[in-house]
């Protein structure tokens, strides 16, 4: 058992707490009190789910629908909106710009997730050993990126990467690279946008790939570590297949964030240069900064149908595996 | 707990099987239950053309409270020094006056009608997309209209109305290092055209074979706006005055030609307006030329150190023998929003500033923030830019040159317009993207035109 | 971590059976010997550390270099130029402690709420059957999928209506009991074990009791790690809090890192790259001081939140 701390918290409680029910049993309750407690039970989560449903009406549905309706509209914040039907929908689907920004989002993915989860994966089993020294400082400064605002670190980015006076040409200068356009090439700024954001998230995945490891019986590896499996082919045959759900709720988790990616083209590289960094996001952002509302509200059902269909083909992936 | 782990496991199957429904559920409730959205009206806008149109108060000591929207920055503090100005004039108007970020918080105020201001600093190619949620201020102006640049009224005027209080005036310039260029031997006063300009850079390039002598702007949107300045020297731009795409034109083929040459010839600095990279080519004397709207001249007298007092500005190189010497590069107008609680208050405060003598010359004129005078830009009410009444001091970056009267001059030249249409920022992801495609050797500039015609067609003015 | 483990890295090449401390270290389970494979992880992870960490602490570092070193000699830090201009000069052009106050203000009421309704909802959605679970559940991750700044204009809208505009609910309301929290609380809340919440109820405890006294200090780790992450998404949120509030007195720390930030990106006249770059890092390491704190003060509960929410093998 290698689950620490909240893992392992109920399971007293739990033996305690069960031997309490059963003498209560045996002394034989009044059946009244458990029926009044049963319809208790019933209005309950009405209850507690109130409010958030208040909110979330309020704020997500309503705003929600109110999208839907835009998106079959040429509304441009002013004046009265006009019905267009399916027009914005297909404007989208003809239109290259559209698809360019679909085609940026997933090369930001295949640069991004793979290579995150290389690095993560070998990160948590190697924090996942509680012998190792030095594991805590570790935790803490994996998680630093994470905590930092974006908004801050985007432009300690722009800084850094800047092609004349920036802390890596500088650094890359003194073993005799030439610099580098990193953000103003078209070639080189999606892989720097895609570094601030593998750079800003690991530390979110590892500790997502950790819990992942502490529900791992150390038995298994001992079972394997006996049988003389090497400790990468130890991490592929056996980490990798028992960790199969941890890491597709991070791979989903991920795929959910590189699509909607905002914040980081619009401050460090605005989708630019070229456009080769504007993402899904960015392109829908720059819709509405044309006061062409209705197709942004169209390009973002777009987006949570593209959103939906991968998310559901990871789950049938890991379901074909199971 | 892995004890519990196989029965837990099956149950989450189960109900993310049954989840994964609910989601393609809810999703097809909600695009095919919209009739029951809200209602999409706009609050504002009645759109009665009259009704729009701003009166000037009436009575002798108009009182009231005004807020005022400017960038911060340097602008900022200048029209702040001048409020004191204004209250000398009107005691009663209060005027609460904001440093915003206007590009980000403009339009959202608009939309939702709260907390508006009663005057809004606004770049020139901003009003038309605008102009639904301002005043027309056609009444108001008509007294001062026949003396304001009509350049600035055209980017202004929509429909008839006219959105915007013109602000400056912003004439395209020559600036030139005369030092590295006189140390070789070449005048640049003589140069009269472009190809006066390409002759002289290759004539200081064979002096001085590190140099690349002629400005190429590398930014997407900069670049579009000079070549706006290009387009304004030969009486064209974007669109026409009824907003149909003019860019396919003779006109655009020869500055794209130019510019192509520039390139191709290895006469040009390719970098973004003022960054180091730029800031290091000029003062190592590699870069000598920089045609620009006048606010450049800030450049010389803050960021050049090195060769500061070596520039000079001269108006623009005519693009064929009498050509005009100037076109407008950007400059911005003040607009008052129909929302605003003292629009009319607004007016007042713009009036004053702009064609009033003591108004105007707390602008431009020297004061606490620039203790020789703005001189970044020159008004454009006529009467204010008198080439022979200087409002700023010689400028000593530029050798003590007399900028206000090169300036003003130069900016008589400037042809008529048209306004800029509504999509003009959005054309920098076809446009302004394509030019610096070119730039790169990726497009020819007659690709340059038709690709970016039709994309500009297609997805900015189609879509309107 | 005794003395003891920090040996010599000499006898390393011995050990070929990774995990069996016992075999390595003669016997002594508590002492194992460094190992190849350890060597090379703590290579492989201090190299992670100084990448994770190199531009925060490039950051820190440089806001106290005069403006032009910042540009000229990015890689240099010279202490006998140790300079507090650029605070100096962000204190005088940046609003930045009334941004700190108006974080502060939406920080405690927007944390508050989500902290004690999203538990609660998500107790619901994990432990009751309930009309319509299914259905809100749903639409709970439609939203999660959908881009949230495209509600942005609805939501601003809606706050027209009411009267919100540039007002403190504007910033705390909207979002502040959020689909992933009520997502990730479900997950945690999902994994107490039913006959804990019986052998309650059996107690005699009410259904809010059992969620006060029993869910809420069960997950009490799972609550911090949202604590954290809500902590985290208010302070750093942008976006809406650009378009909700419009007024200066109301932005927030966010708000005015952005402002400042678009002196350098939008080729403002009058703009100094190297100052406004000074100004900048200087608020930027103000900015991610105080979470920085937090978070290394609450790191244990945190991390440990984190583990208690995810999904498990």
């Given at each position: 058992m290698t689950g620490a701390g909240p893992a392992t918290a109920p399971v007293p409680l739990l033996s305690s707490i069960t031997a309490r029910s059963t003498r209560h049993l045996q002394k034989g309750e009044d059946m009244a009190v458990l029926t009044a407690a049963r319809t208790r039970r019933r209005l309950a989560p009405y209850l507690f789910v109130a409010p958030f449903v208040a909110v979330f009406l309020a704020f997500s549905v309503y705003p929600l629908f109110f999208t839907a309706r835009l998106s079959f509209t040429n509304w441009r914040g002013s004046g009265a909106a006009e019905w267009v039907g399916w027009d914005n929908y297909l404007y989208l689907l003809g239109n290259p710009g559209f698809w360019s920004s679909i085609g940026n989002s997933a090369v930001l993915w295949l640069l991004i997730i793979p290579a995150q989860l290389v690095i993560a994966l070998l990160a948590a089993v190697l924090l996942d050993n509680a012998k190792l020294k030095l594991r805590s400082v570790y935790r803490v400064a994996f998680v630093v990126p994470f905590v930092t605002p974006l908004v801050a670190i985007a432009q300690i980015w722009v800084v850094v990467f800047d092609q004349d006076y920036g802390a890596v040409n500088g650094l890359l200068g003194l073993v005799g690279v030439p610099d580098v356009g990193w953000l103003t090439t078209s070639e080189w700024a999606k892989p720097t946008l895609a570094l601030l954001f593998v750079w800003k998230t690991t530390g979110f995945i590892v500790l997502i790939l950790l819990s992942g490891l502490q529900s791992i019986d150390a038995n298994v590896y001992e079972a394997a570590g006996l049988d003389g499996a090497g400790r990468i082919r130890q991490l592929w045959s056996i980490t990798v297949p028992l960790l199969r759900r941890t890491i597709m709720f991070a791979v989903v988790l991920q795929t959910l964030a590189v699509f909607q990616m905002f914040a980081e083209p619009f401050v460090v590289t605005q989708g630019g240069p070229y456009g080769s960094t504007t993402t899904a996001g960015y392109y829908l952002y720059n819709h509405i900064t044309r006061a062409d509302l209705g197709t942004g509200a169209a390009n973002s059902f777009l987006l949570v149908i593209l959103v939906m269909v991968l998310s559901l083909a990871f789950v049938r992936l890991l379901r074909a595996k199971d | 707990m892995h004890q519990l782990t196989p029965t837990r496991a099956t149950r989450r199957r189960i109900a993310r099987r049954r989840g994964l429904t609910v989601i393609g559920g809810a999703a097809i409730l909600a695009l095919g239950l919209t009739a029951c959205g809200p209602d999409i009206t706009a609050g504002s806008g009645d759109g009665d053309a009259s009704a729009g149109r701003l009166q000037a108060p009436d009575g002798d000591s108009p009182s009231g409270e005004i807020t005022i929207w400017d960038r911060s920055g340097d602008l900022y503090e200048v029209f702040d020094a001048a409020i004191e100005d204004f209250n000398e004039v009107y005691p009663d108007i209060t005027v609460n006056h904001e440093a915003v970020d206007i590009d980000a918080k403009l339009q959202n105020t608009l939309i939702t009608g709260?907390?508006?201001?009663d005057g809004v600093f606004l770049d020139d190619a901003k009003v038309a997309g605008l102009s639904d949620y301002m005043w027309d201020l056609s009444d108001v102006l008509d007294p001062y209209v026949d003396d304001i640049a009509q350049q600035k009224i055209d980017v202004n005027s929509i429909d008839g109305g006219i959105y915007g209080v013109p602000y400056d005036s912003n004439p395209g310039l020559l600036y030139y290092n005369a030092t590295a260029l006189e140390a070789q031997g070449i005048d640049a006063t003589t140069i009269e055209t472009y190809d006066d300009l390409l002759a002289a850079a290759r004539e200081y390039q064979e002096a001085v074979p590190s140099a690349k002598p002629i400005h190429l702007e590398q930014s997407a949107f900069l670049g579009q706006l000079q070549l706006e300045m290009y387009a304004s020297q030969l009486g064209t731009s974007l669109a026409d005055a009824d907003g149909e795409l003019r860019l396919d034109s003779p006109e655009y083929e020869q500055i794209l030609g130019f510019l192509d040459t520039v390139q191709k010839d290895g006469l040009g600095t390719r970098a973004e307006y003022l960054t180091p990279t730029d800031i290091a080519e000029l003062e190592s004397g590699n870069q000598v030329f920089y045609p620009w709207a006048i606010w450049f001249s800030f450049a010389p007298q803050q960021l050049l150190p090195e060769t500061a007092g070596d520039w000079r500005a001269m108006p623009l190189p005519a693009w064929e023998d009498g050509g005009a010497r100037s076109g407008a590069m950007g400059g911005s107008s003040f607009s008052i929003p129909r929302d605003a609680e003292n629009a009319d208050l607004a007016w007042l405060f713009y009036e004053f500033l702009m064609f009033d003598e003591a108004g105007y010359t707390a602008v431009w004129g020297p004061n606490d923030v620039y203790p020789n005078g703005l001189n970044t830009s020159i008004p454009s009410y006529e009467p204010a830019a008198d080439p022979a009444a200087p409002l700023f001091e010689p400028v000593d970056a530029l050798g003590g040159q007399d900028l206000w009267s090169v300036a003003t001059e130069a900016s008589t030249e400037i042809p008529a317009a048209a306004p800029t249409p509504s999509w003009w920022a959005g054309a920098v992801d076809y446009l302004g993207n394509d030019v610096q495609r070119m730039l790169d050797g990726e497009l020819s500039p007659a690709e340059v035109l038709e690709k970016s015609s039709a994309d500009i067609q297609a997805n900015l003015i189609d879509r309107q | 971590m005794t003395a003891s483990t920090l040996t010599v890295p000499g006898t390393d090449d011995a050990d070929s059976v990774p995990r069996d401390d016992t075999a390595a270290s003669g016997g002594s389970p508590r002492r194992p010997r460094r190992s190849r494979p350890a060597i090379t992880s703590h290579v492989f992870l201090a190299l992670l550390l100084v990448g994770f960490l190199a531009p925060v602490v490039w950051a820190l570092l440089s806001a106290f270099k005069p403006a032009n070193d910042i540009i000229s000699s990015p890689l240099a830090f010279d202490p006998s130029r140790f300079t507090l201009d650029n605070y100096i000069a962000m204190f005088e052009d940046v609003p930045i402690a009334s941004g700190f106050l108006n974080t502060g203000i939406v920080l405690v009421f927007k944390g508050a709420i989500t902290l004690f309704f999203a538990p609660l909802a998500a107790y619901a959605f994990a432990k009751y059957e309930f009309i319509g679970k299914n259905l809100i559940f749903g639409a709970v991750l439609v939203t999660l999928m959908?881009?949230?700044?495209?509600l942005i204009i609805p939501l601003l809208l809606e706050m027209k209506q009411f009267g919100w505009v540039n007002t403190y609910q504007a910033l705390i309301l909207p979002g502040s009991v959020d689909a992933f929290a009520i997502f990730w609380m479900r997950q945690v809340i999902a994994a107490v074990p039913d006959e804990l919440l019986d052998a309650a109820r059996v107690d005699g405890c009410g259904e809010f009791g059992i969620f006060w006294r029993v869910v809420l200090p069960v997950i009490r780790p799972g609550l911090a790690g949202l604590a954290v992450l809500t902590i985290m998404n208010i302070y750093n949120d942008f976006v809406w809090p650009v378009v909700a509030a419009s007024s200066d007195r109301m932005a927030t720390l966010q708000v005015v890192l952005s402002t400042l930030a678009q002196n350098i990106t939008g080729?403002?006249?009058?703009?100094d790259y190297a100052t406004v770059t000074g100004e900048l890092l200087a608020a930027s390491s103000i900015a991610l001081i105080p979470l920085l704190v937090l978070f290394i003060a609450l790191q244990r509960h945190f991390i440990n939140g984190i583990l208690a929410g995810s999904v498990k093998g």
């Open positions: - | 709260t907390d508006v201001p | 959908l881009p949230t700044i495209v080729n403002r006249i009058g703009a």
